[in-house]
């Protein structure tokens, strides 16, 4: 089974840019949908954008036109870029392997550990 490690999070300004990346122990072409997910304090996880191993892909309204996901398989990572942060995107993000929405939460037997992101005003 594929391990899910992110990395790139960390403190920005309102307005700038991060790159997170999700790197894979094993093959993420295993994976029919890869997604990445963030979490505030309080807040129940919420899908940020996914992203099918045909190219399809979803974002949440909240991030439409300001983040971009991308899948590279050769090299089993999962990307998400986001430009003009705003305070809001402040949140533990995650990414996973193949999750499924049941109920009113999602789930995956692929969580990365999750990598924190900052956005000061």
């Known amino acids: 089974q594929a391990q899910l490690v992110e990395s790139g999070g960390g403190l920005v300004q309102a307005g700038g840019s991060l790159r997170l990346s999700c790197a894979a122990s094993?093959?993420?072409?295993?994976?029919?949908?890869m997604g990445w997910f963030r979490q505030a304090p309080g807040s129940q996880r919420e899908l940020v954008a996914f992203i099918r191993s045909g190219g399809e892909i979803h974002y949440a309204d909240s991030v439409k036109g300001r983040f971009t996901i991308s899948r590279d398989n050769a090299n089993n990572e999962l990307y998400l870029a986001m430009n003009s942060l705003k305070p809001e995107d402040t949140a533990v993000y995650y990414c996973?392997?193949?999750?499924?929405?049941?109920?009113?939460?999602?789930?995956?037997?692929?969580w990365g550990q999750g990598t924190q992101v900052t956005v000061s005003s």
């Open positions: 094993g093959n993420i072409v295993s994976f029919n949908v």
């Open positions: 996973a392997g193949d999750p499924v929405f049941y109920g009113s939460e999602w789930y995956s037997d692929h």
